[in-house]
Structures are given as C-alpha cells and as structure tokens.
C-alpha cells in the first residue's frame, strides 16, 4: 500500500478531459515537486510533467500537472487511445528520506 | 547522453539471492549531478523505488522502508557500473527491475532496458 494514493482506475471517451489525483501528506507532496509518469507494458515508463506542472520537450501540452497542499492533479485533455496506460505521482518524502510512487492510476480511453 | 545497459539472470530461486548489475555510458558513477537508482514494476504493486547510491564527497545510499533489510546498492567506479543486491527473495519479488539515472534536477530522465527477474523454484 503506497503512501501516495491514486485511484486505481479512471476512464472516459476519445476527446474528453480526464483527471487523476495523488494525495499525500506534508513531508511528501506538501514539501516537494511533485511528477507525473505514464507507463506503457513492455516499456520504460516515460517522463511526463515535472515541478508540479512542468512539461520535458515532446510531450504535449494536453498533459498538465497542478499541487495543491498534500494532493498533486495530472489532467489529460483530448484523450486518443493511445493515452491508455498506468499513470503514476512520484516525489521525494522528506521525512522517510526515500523516492516515492503512487500505487498508479490505469486510464481506459473508451 | 546518458545510457544504462543492464545484466544479471532472469530466474532466481526462493531464499536466494537477486543480483543485477547497470552499466553506464556518457557520465560517471562518480558524478556530482547524478544519482543511480533501482526501481521495480509488477502488477501487484506498481512502480517501486527501491533504492539509490550517489556521490557528494563521499558514497551515500538510501533505501526504500520495504526493503531496508535485505537490500545492498554498490557502486562499482573501475567499471563505472553500479549493482542491486536483493537478498532472501521470495516470489513476491518477482518483477521487472529497472536501473534509473536521476539528473541533477532530482527526476529520473533515463531508464535502462529493464530486466524480467522472476523468483521461483
């Protein structure tokens, strides 16, 4: 059970707007950047937002990241089927002194 | 650029040791700006940091709570490689492992090929 919970699943269809939530606590999320990851099967999982709300060059701008307090939002609009995938938070924990992941998010594009 | 090559078997079993070694190209396991993670995926429990080793003067290495105990990161600077340890293993470490390059911002930017590690008898 990981101390940055996400929900298990989110879904919704081509071209509309999904959000998928982190929530942690103050010596994690409320005291560090927070980033957002998308991992495909098979594959590396990819660099997607950074700093809370920071886009690495080449991804686009339908991924965006958002922290408020201990919760951390990723929001992916327009959605293709090849968004489907898990997407997981991650930040450091300040207090346990280790690199953190939420237990994941897998979005399904209907 | 950065680049991990990973090695190490892809079965190990119950109670034995897991042993994976990263080998890196376009900086140094010495490096100031970097540092040299493992990290694990399952479908049972997700993305997993399990550890790191870095260094600023001298080694340091931190380790994930979960596995704390039966865990060791060591750098290798004549090879300039770094190694995962994993001890007692049970079938619950069955995943695939990563070995992860975190840049100086503090984000892992690069990731190894990633190695199956199944755990059975």
């Known amino acids: 059970q990981s101390v940055l919970t996400q929900p298990p699943s989110v879904s919704a269809a081509p071209g509309q707007k999904v959000t998928i939530s982190c929530s942690g606590s103050s010596s994690n999320i409320g005291k560090n950047y927070v980033s957002w990851y998308q991992h495909l099967p098979g594959t590396a999982p990819k660099f997607l937002i950074y700093?809370?709300?920071k886009r690495p060059s080449g991804i686009p701008d339908r991924f965006s990241g958002s922290r408020s307090g201990t919760s951390a939002t990723l929001g992916i609009t327009g959605l293709q089927t090849g968004d489907e995938a898990d997407y997981y938070c991650g930040t450091w924990d300040s207090s346990l002194n280790v690199w953190m992941f939420g237990g994941g998010t897998k979005l399904t594009v209907l | 650029q950065v680049q991990l090559q990973q090695s190490g078997p892809g079965l190990v079993k119950p109670s034995q040791t897991l042993s994976l070694t990263c080998a890196i190209s376009?900086?140094?396991?010495?490096?100031?700006?970097?540092?040299w993670n493992w990290i694990r995926q399952s479908p049972s429990r997700g993305l997993e940091w399990l550890g790191r080793?870095?260094?600023?003067?001298?080694?340091?290495?931190d380790y994930a709570i979960s596995v704390k105990s039966r865990i060791t990161i060591n750098p290798d600077t004549s090879k300039n490689q770094f190694s995962l340890q994993l001890n007692s293993v049970t079938p619950e470490d069955t995943a695939v492992y990563y070995c992860?390059?975190?840049?100086?911002?503090?984000?892992?930017?690069?990731w190894g090929q990633g190695t199956l590690v199944t755990v059975s008898s």
């Open positions: 376009g900086d140094s396991v010495s490096s100031k700006n970097a540092a």
């Open positions: 992860v390059y975190y840049d100086s911002s503090g984000y892992p930017t690069k």
């Open positions: 080793t870095y260094y600023r003067s001298k080694w340091h290495t």
């Open positions: 700093d809370n709300n």
